[in-house]
């Protein structure tokens, strides 16, 4: 029992020197720590800046707007005559310009053809013409001459007036004969020079100098540059909406009427710039295959355009519709895929829902959701956050 006492006694002071190296230890680190963190200076506040979003904007104000339906077509000529031989022979002329293309004017020659056999048949037909006048002449005097004496003198015999009578009726049928035989003569004489039915430009030849030809066969074709249209198919929706017709007349069916003086404009796909003026003409039909309205526009002859509009262009045609009143015009990309559009309002972002009338040329044509004087942002936006503080780089006017 003494011996453990002795050990006991003889581990106190290595319990107790650990527990002051311990106790310093920790003190030292504390210390240490108090004067890294008197060191340490505290960081400096950063002012927080809001960012602002650059937008270009457009303050608007209703207004009317026709409304244009637009659709595509290839001008072709009204007026497109192919010229047949209408008589058997040999062309004896041609016109000295007569080539594909040239501009040929009215009235002009454009060929002949033998006039001898029908020169001869008409000269033939006048001479004998000549002869029955006169036997039909005497003829009559006869009758006349024996009718009255077996009438009132009782002279001769019925037998003796009606061979007169006969005789006479004779000579009246080969007299009416000849002459119609000198018409067809004079006809076919004319039938042998070919002219120009309008000024007109030529697209297809198939006569030569010293060529024969019968009946039927086509010489040539001519195309009158000055009387074009075009055929346009149009959206039936569209047609329905905004186009602009007469009403029906009494007695006229089932159709359309004719349309309103309505302005159109065609323009080349090939180069904006070539582009001319017109009319809508008439409704030509209803295609059931595509549900659409096929119109005519005539064009307006334009003889000071450096590059007009010709037969064989494919065009874009433009017809001015109804109007649409008290509408705010937009950029197309100012107004979303969702209806909606970004105004300004106090240099902040605000979002509205709107309605679109119609999209034509660029423009959104709003018809609700927006009000007079409202700046509207025309710069494209994805998504943007609302109330987004606005910096305004481009004000333009609404037009």
Request: glycine share 6%; proline share 4%.
């Amino acid at each position: 029992m003494e011996i453990m006492n002795k050990t006991e006694e003889k581990k106190l002071p290595a319990v107790l020197l650990r527990l002051v190296l311990c106790v310093l230890i920790l003190g030292g680190g504390m210390a240490g720590f108090n004067v890294l963190k008197k060191m340490k200076k505290p960081p400096v506040l950063a002012e927080v800046h809001e960012e602002e979003l650059a937008v270009r904007v457009v303050r608007v104000e209703p207004r009317q707007v026709n409304v244009m339906v637009s659709g595509y077509g290839e001008i072709k000529s009204r007026s497109t005559v192919t010229l047949p031989a209408e008589v058997t022979g040999r062309v004896t002329s041609v016109h000295e310009n007569l080539q594909v293309g040239a501009v040929i004017e009215k009235g002009e020659v454009l060929c002949t053809i033998n006039q001898q056999d029908f020169q001869l048949e008409l000269d033939t037909a006048q001479t004998r013409l000549k002869s029955l006048s006169r036997d039909l002449e005497l003829a009559r005097k006869e009758y006349a001459r024996v009718n009255n004496l077996y009438r009132k003198k009782k002279v001769g015999t019925l037998s003796s007036v009606e061979n007169a009578e006969r005789s006479m009726n004779s000579i009246v049928n080969q007299h009416s004969q000849v002459k119609q035989a000198m018409e067809m003569a004079q006809l076919r004489l004319e039938r042998c020079t070919i002219h120009a039915p309008f000024t007109g430009r030529i697209t297809s030849l198939n006569v030569e100098q010293d060529e024969y030809v019968r009946p039927g066969n086509e010489l040539l074709t001519i195309v009158n540059d000055a009387d074009l249209e075009v055929e346009v198919s149009l959206d039936s929706g569209d047609s329905v909406n905004w186009l602009r017709f007469k009403p029906l007349t009494t007695g006229t069916g089932s159709w359309f009427g004719l349309p309103e003086d309505t302005d159109c404009t065609i323009t080349w796909t090939e180069k904006e710039e070539v582009r001319g003026k017109g009319k809508l003409d008439r409704v030509v039909r209803f295609d059931p295959a595509t549900r659409s309205l096929v119109v005519a526009v005539r064009l307006q002859p334009d003889s000071n355009a450096p590059f007009p509009l010709v037969e064989g262009m494919f065009c874009r045609v433009d017809i001015e519709g109804q109007q649409l009143t008290k509408v705010f015009v937009l950029p197309r990309q100012a107004v979303t895929f969702e209806s909606k559009v970004y105004v300004a309002v106090d240099n902040r972002l605000q979002t509205r829902q709107v309605e679109v009338a119609r999209v034509q040329e660029g423009k959104a044509l709003v018809s609700g959701g927006l009000n007079s004087g409202d700046t509207v942002i025309i710069t494209r936006l994805e998504d943007p956050v609302e109330k987004t503080l606005l910096r305004i780089e481009g004000n333009q006017e609404d037009r």
